[in-house]
């Protein structure tokens, strides 16, 4: 049976390539291969398109005009961003690529490119498309034996603030103490997945130069820089401490639109319980206090509640919960429901509580709550009769999307579509966040290809959310917390696999190198004292672990400055290099959430503008100019 090769979706004049003599006889050659064995025919389809898709798509780049009209379009659009989305933000998404460093964002762009047959470098992701874009600084306050500056005086609401003898420096003394500040970083880091080190952090937190995805949680979520491993507190705490906790609560901007009446959603591809949702809703001295078995003896007789007991208990009202992390909710050792023979994967409360019992005692009667742990319940459920929603998909983090079981585990854009239709049903709004917490993973790991697949799908979550909500009335900001001491390079040519080879050998041991490379991390190999020869293994594995540097069983973070993409009511105020603590203020101050009102004139409703001058002009002003 004569099989017809389907066409792609190509623009109109990809489509007049179709009958150049090159075309035609690519298109001839890939039909031949597929009808001589249907199990050639992605191979034929392939073939056939190529010549339309990249040998013709260079012959357009050698014309000048091709590139004049491009830059042409570009400043047309430009132009028209000159017209201020000056809005009410009803809604607010904050999708948070965890450790997705321009390299790694870059590296997507032409995974995701390659993964539809194109070279993959003139790609466009979602959030390519956004139109501002700003560079965050992570870094962490400074740690050191420094006078107390006093309480903070925080524009958005925040537990109250005491002095400590062991606090952040103020900002303005920082570039006084540059010279001699360094000895007082530590030197250490943590990995994203358990511990394996105490952590360090500059993107940055207040006492490291390379950040970890606790304090920099903190920061792009409560608006206020804190130490690397602490989260919804203040640099007043310090890591592991629980006596140096009360106090020193800062509040998130979940809770500012929750306060609000706004409809609020987290959304994560980690355990609930991980380093950045955690900071949307608890107060916690050490982010490895998953349930009250990891924590110390010393911390609960102090009376500090672990994560996962707290994120039922602080915001008892978050319309939507999903991700992994399920053992934590359950008493030691009960059986999970999914992997009954595994003993890791089994309940860890010493408390004995049942956390899902909780969650539920705490819905009204006349509200429809849902528990659900595997895609099939998710999928069933009729989204706009449900109330609350708690998904618990795994006993810890999800499933790497390239390992991901199609029953068991929903997607990242699957679990956003049924988080968005559930929050869109309040008239007031809603907050969502969303994490795509395994490109983390990926990276630490030294496994490349897992971390670039999830930031794709991350990419698509970001296009499915674009999907069902309106610039007018909604800001979406995607960023990362941090970058990897990820890259590739090698003087790769055009449509070269992402994971593929560079084009010539090491000139030093002439040995090839994949495009791909870490800084450090497990894929350091000597092989009869001499650096493995990749040609020798299959480098395109899954799980490959990319060559680095120098030999760490856990790949670190990099420190240098993350991408901040905005678009929607006051997306605008992103915009040159900020701190990363500035980001929460714009949300808050686009949606009129938190304390900072003065500009939200009486009576505007979310989505429209407000009327006068004053919010025009408030939102042309540096925001530091107005605090």
């Known amino acids: 049976m004569r099989q017809t090769l389907p066409a792609p979706g190509l623009p109109p004049s990809a489509e007049r390539d179709l009958h150049s003599p090159g075309a035609q006889a690519m298109l001839a050659l890939g039909q ?48 028209d961003l000159q017209k201020l989305n000056t809005n009410v933000a009803k809604n607010v998404i904050l999708f948070l690529g965890d450790g997705m460093g321009v390299s790694t964002v870059t590296a997507a762009r032409i995974l995701k490119g390659q993964l539809h047959h194109h070279p993959g470098e003139e790609t466009r992701l979602e959030m390519d498309k956004f139109p501002f874009v700003a560079l965050s600084k992570a870094l962490s306050p400074l740690r050191a034996p420094f006078p107390s500056p006093g309480p903070s005086a925080l524009p958005y609401p925040c537990g109250p603030c005491s002095p400590s003898p062991r606090v952040s420096l103020s900002p303005a003394l920082a570039p006084v103490l540059e010279s001699w500040a360094p000895p007082l970083l530590l030197p250490v880091f ?4 358990e511990r394996q080190q105490k952590a360090g952090t500059e993107t940055y937190n207040t006492n490291a130069q390379v950040p970890d995805s606790a304090g920099t949680a903190t920061a792009y979520l409560c608006g206020v820089k804190a130490n690397e491993g602490t989260v919804g507190v203040s640099a007043a705490t310090e890591r592991s401490r629980c006596n140096t906790t009360q106090g020193n609560e800062v509040t998130s901007i979940l809770r500012w639109a929750k306060d609000a009446g706004k409809s609020v959603g987290i959304v994560t591809t980690t355990r609930v319980n991980h380093a950045t949702p955690s900071a949307s809703y608890a107060h916690s001295a050490d982010r490895d206090w998953y349930s009250d078995n990891e924590m110390p003896p010393e911390a609960l007789s102090q009376g500090c509640k672990d994560i996962a007991y707290q994120l039922m208990h602080n915001v008892r009202d978050i319309e939507v919960i999903m991700g992994g992390g399920r053992k934590y909710m359950y008493p030691k050792n009960r059986t999970d429901v999914e992997y009954e023979m595994d003993e890791k994967s089994r309940g860890t409360r010493l408390d004995g509580l049942n956390l899902i019992d909780v969650w539920k005692s705490f819905k009204p009667r006349h509200q429809h709550a849902h528990f659900v742990w595997n895609r099939t319940e ?9 109330d609350y929603l708690l998904g618990l998909f795994e006993p810890g983090d999800m499933q790497y999307e390239l390992n991901r079981n199609n029953v068991t585990d929903p997607s990242l854009s699957e679990m956003v579509e049924v988080a968005l239709t559930i929050l869109k049903k309040n008239p007031k709004g809603f907050f969502l966040l969303v994490e795509g917490g395994r490109i983390d993973h990926g990276h630490h790991e030294g496994k490349a290809k897992q971390a670039l697949h999830e930031a794709v799908e991350m990419d698509r979550a970001i296009g499915q959310a674009g999907a069902m909500t309106s610039l007018e009335d909604t800001l979406t900001v995607v960023t990362a917390d941090h970058s990897h001491v990820f890259t590739f390079g090698g003087y790769t040519p055009r449509g070269n696999s992402i994971f593929g080879l560079a084009p010539m050998v090491s000139d030093t041991d002439k040995k090839p190198f994949t495009a791909i490379l870490y800084g450090n991390g497990p894929g350091y190999k000597v092989v009869g004292g001499e650096r493995e020869n990749v040609s020798m293994v299959d480098y395109a594995h899954n799980n490959y672990q990319a060559q680095s540097a120098v030999p760490l069983r856990h790949e670190t973070h990099g420190g240098e400055d993350v991408a901040v993409f905005a678009k929607g009511p006051m997306a605008h105020l ?54």
Request: charged share 15%; glycine share 6%; aromatic share 8%.
């Open 32 to 79: 031949c291969l597929a009808e001589s064995d249907a199990s050639l025919l992605p191979a034929g389809l392939a073939l056939s398109w190529f010549w339309v898709l990249v040998v013709q798509g260079k012959e357009k780049e050698k014309d000048p005009k091709y590139w004049r009209d491009q830059a042409q379009q570009t400043l047309k659009n430009a132009l």
């Open 190 to 193: 943590a990995s994203g997945q």
């Open 378 to 386: 998710l999928l069933a459920l009729d989204p706009y009769t449900v």
């Open 574 to 627: 992103l915009h040159g290099v900020h701190e990363q603590n500035y980001i929460p203020h714009v949300m808050a101050y686009a949606a009129c959430i938190g304390a900072n009102l003065d500009h939200c004139a009486q009576g505007s409703t979310a989505g429209s503008p407000a009327p006068g001058p004053l919010l025009l002009l408030l939102a042309l002003l540096p925001l530091s100019s107005l605090f």
